[in-house]
């Protein structure tokens, strides 16, 4: 016998439920897919060069990389080399006002929060994990830096995927957060850069 006190579920209800209902395991073998990676990530940083290493890079990441970049285009481009920094700088302080707030929004914890047997070989500067914050700032300066300096696209490819692997060796990322922070740090810098200064 049917509860005459029920109300029938609209058609957009029930088709959400289904996708909800279907959407669920496979974010779930995402997620365990990203974690995973975490894990064969954190191997190559076991031995003491390779955790050096990890540690090293993470923390030239955590403010000491970019006097040195500045130090280099002094050296190369002089005086006129301020088109590539302050573009960065403002970029830099953009960035800086979003990434907290999408972490906040997000609540992502961190990979060896969720996996206990994943040692944090260093201390983190936040709480949670997406996006990278060091992912997302390293591409957002050198966006600037590609575009007056194209030469440079190689060293910029390779320092994004040195700080990618020492992010995720580390422990403190999953894959998933340093591709979110690149191209947030792109999508955010390269607007600012066109449209404010005048790059070749």
Not at 133 to 152: K, Y
């Amino acid at each position: 016998m049917s509860n005459p006190t029920a109300t029938p579920q609209s058609p957009l209800v029930t088709e959400r439920s289904r996708a909800a209902v279907w959407l669920k395991p496979r974010c779930e073998k995402l997620l365990e897919a990203d974690l995973e990676l975490v894990r064969l990530a954190s191997k190559t940083a076991r031995s003491r060069g390779g955790r050096n290493m990890a540690i090293f890079i993470s923390q030239l990441g955590n403010g000491w990389l970019y006097p040195i970049l500045v130090g280099i285009i002094y050296f190369n481009w002089g005086s006129s080399g301020l088109r590539m920094v302050l573009p960065a700088c403002v970029n830099v302080a953009a960035i800086h006002c979003v990434y907290p707030v999408i972490k906040r929004w997000c609540r992502r914890l961190r990979p060896f929060i969720r996996d206990p047997r994943l040692p944090p070989l260093l201390k983190t500067l936040d709480e949670y994990s997406f996006p990278s914050g060091h992912a997302m700032t390293l591409s957002g300066v050198l966006v600037p830096i590609v575009i007056a300096w194209p030469s440079m696209i190689g060293s910029a490819a390779a320092m994004l995927c040195c700080m990618s692997w020492s992010r995720v060796a580390v422990a403190h990322h999953y894959p998933s957060d340093i591709l979110a922070g690149v191209l947030l740090g792109g999508a955010i810098g390269y607007p600012l850069v066109t449209y404010l200064f005048t790059l070749p």
